[in-house]
């Protein structure tokens, strides 16, 4: 199983950056790929979840944050617009069985990216 995120990097405030999440070693269809991220000091967190049945989003991110998903590429976007400085960390993007009430806990997936670090400077 292999997730492989890319996409980090650095922007300005206000600014927009896409992740990607691409997918490899399991039926991509069959489970929920989140986008989860960690800032210096602080727990990781889930920032949103897709699956076959919708979308969810951390309340922080709701109308700037846009999760998608390619299935014939076995990958997930994560569109960061009106990007603010409390976004930056290490994204992670994580497999996990659905987009349940728990989705948002880092107990939750069962594989996990690598990261990639985004920096948001004001």
């Known amino acids: 199983v292999q997730l492989v995120e890319s996409g980090g990097g650095s922007v300005t405030a206000g600014g927009s950056l896409r992740l990607s999440c691409v997918t490899s070693?399991?039926?991509?269809?069959?489970?929920?790929i989140g986008w989860f991220r960690q800032a210096p000091g602080k727990e990781r967190e889930g920032v949103s979840c897709?699956?076959?049945?919708?979308?969810k989003y951390e309340d922080s991110v709701k109308g700037r944050f846009t999760i998608s998903r390619d299935i014939a590429k076995k990958t997930v976007y994560l569109q960061m617009n009106s990007v603010k400085p409390e976004d930056a960390g290490v994204y992670y993007c994580?497999?996990?069985?659905?987009?349940?009430?728990?989705?948002?806990?880092?107990?939750?997936?069962?594989?996990w990216g690598q990261g990639t670090q985004v920096t948001v400077s004001s």
């Open positions: 994580a497999a996990q069985g659905l987009c349940e009430s728990t989705w948002s806990s880092p107990a939750a997936p069962w594989w």
């Open positions: 070693g399991f039926t991509f269809g069959d489970y929920a």
């Open positions: 897709s699956d076959d049945r919708g979308v």
